[in-house]
């Protein structure tokens, strides 16, 4: 694995551990508004990165099917929905400023199944890295060094508001900043960890890229839409989600198209 795929597999959890470092500098928990503003920006830049990084770069390894390239990123947007739907249902997590858990009954302490929803969050993004950079591992003429860093880096950039968001209640809950920073950096760690298992599966992966590339997409699709999108809509009407949303939609896509 070369320095490049290594540093770019790398750089959305250096995103996160650096969010979850702001508990050692923040004294205060963040609040509603401004929760509100970084959900919505990290719901704009998944976005964007679904449709000009994975779902894009997909229909164009499919060109050869003329009319029907579509049905490579179609199939494998739909397959992503329903794995991360079948994650949802058969892993117990608890969402922020939410009540009740979500999954099978568990015993698991309230923390731990907040770590596990944004581990379940982080999932789809690692495989997202994965893939671009085993398709630029493989040689992709439809996906370009520049265009696996964008979505890399735009990844990092919307996990870096992540990090905080779950490190800040924890902190505030425990009154730990060691632990709750351990814990927000383990929440991502799953990201490199599935973008590496993708990469080492190269050979494999290649014949399906544009399935695994809309898969992806799909998956990250399925977070914005059952948690980012509510998470920054609850509680009394306000338009910071949406404009940040915009802001964050509009960054990825400068992002992947300069850079791509």
């Not at 890229?209 to 809509?233: D, H, Q, R, T």
């Amino acid at each position: 694995m070369n320095q490049e795929i290594l540093s770019g597999i790398l750089i959305p959890f250096i995103g996160t551990t650096a969010g979850a470092a702001c508990v050692f500098f923040m004294k205060k928990s963040l609040n509603r508004q401004v929760k509100r503003a970084l959900t919505g920006f990290a719901a704009g830049v998944m976005v964007a990165a679904s449709v000009w990084s994975l779902l894009i770069p997909a229909m164009q390894q499919s060109e050869e099917m003329g009319k029907f390239a579509f049905v490579p990123a179609a199939v494998g947007f739909a397959f992503g929905i329903a794995f991360l739907l079948l994650l949802d249902t058969v892993i117990p997590h608890l969402h922020m400023n939410a009540e009740k858990a979500e999954g099978p009954k568990s015993r698991l302490a309230r923390t731990t199944m907040m770590v596990l929803a944004v581990t379940l969050h982080n999932i789809p993004e690692g495989m997202a890295v994965g893939v671009i950079y085993a398709g630029l591992k493989s040689g992709s003429a439809a996906i370009t060094s520049g265009g696996a860093f964008a979505l890399a880096l735009g990844i990092a950039i919307q996990n870096f508001p992540e990090g905080a968001i779950i490190s800040m209640p924890l902190n505030a809950e425990w009154n730990k900043k060691g632990k709750a920073f351990l814990y927000g950096l383990l929440s991502g760690i799953v990201e490199p960890v599935a973008a590496v298992i993708t990469i080492l599966a190269t050979g494999l992966i290649v014949p399906v890229m544009p399935y695994l590339l809309a898969f992806a997409a799909g998956a990250m699709m399925y977070v914005v839409v059952e948690e980012l999108i509510p998470e920054m809509s609850e509680g009394e009407h306000s338009n910071i989600g949406v404009v940040m949303l915009s802001i964050g939609f509009i960054l990825m896509m400068s992002l992947d198209v300069a850079l791509g």
